[in-house]
């Protein structure tokens, strides 16, 4: 997953309203995906 795929993903996740549930879907044979999108859930404190 690219630098610019992630910015976009954060600037998606800053405008959805807190009280809306987030499910990230990763494909789990891909595991730095799996891994790039568990850290970007972390560290945007969801």
Do not use: F, R, W
């Not at 494909?27 to 969801?46: M, P, W």
Request: net charge negative; hydrophobic share 50%.
């Amino acid at each position: 997953m690219g630098a610019l795929v992630l910015e976009l993903l954060e600037k998606i996740l800053a405008v959805i309203p807190s009280n809306i549930p987030i499910i990230l879907d990763a494909q789990h044979g891909e595991l730095n995906t799996c891994i790039s999108l568990a850290k970007l859930y972390l560290i945007s404190g969801s």
